[in-house]
């Protein structure tokens, strides 16, 4: 008998008080509309975040905004002249093959949209973002 008391005592309350706590937990309905009508909101807000992004899309070279133009949004259409393919990369993978100060400072400025690395030529597709 000893040991079945030794477990009704928890810190000073009684199992029978741990049970009425429980039981008015879970049968608040209160309680339970409102963790119900949160995780709608909650939802309709992943939602409507999702719905409501639009990506607009350049692909007209003079439009790019500078700061962009070797992003990881930024798309560049690779032509191998060697080899006869044809590749997409995006902007950092452009940059990268943009060696030439004189072809930097010409497609920065805008007056070019394209430029030539060893067998590649490596023109501006689109960006999206």
């Known amino acids: 008998m000893i040991k079945k008391y030794k477990f ?3 810190k000073g309350q009684t199992m029978k008080q741990d049970n009425e706590i429980e039981q008015i937990l879970l049968n608040d309905e ?3 509309k409102f963790i119900k009508n949160k995780a709608e909101q909650d939802f309709n807000k ?3 975040n999702a719905c409501t992004k639009n990506d607009s899309v350049i ?3 003079k439009q790019m905004p500078k700061d962009k133009l070797f992003s990881k949004k930024a798309t560049y259409y690779v032509i191998n002249k060697m080899s006869k393919t ?5 902007g950092m993978q452009a940059e990268s ?3 030439s100060p004189y072809e930097r400072e010409k497609f920065l400025s805008g007056q070019t949209d394209a430029f030539i690395y060893q067998d590649c030529y490596i ?3 689109k960006f999206k973002g």
């Open 46 to 48: 992943v939602v409507e």
């Open 123 to 125: 023109k501006f597709y």
């Open 97 to 99: 093959f943009l060696v």
């Open 59 to 61: 692909t007209d070279f």
């Open 8 to 10: 009704l005592f928890v």
């Open 30 to 32: 209160k309680y339970e």
């Open 86 to 90: 044809t590749s997409y990369i995006n």
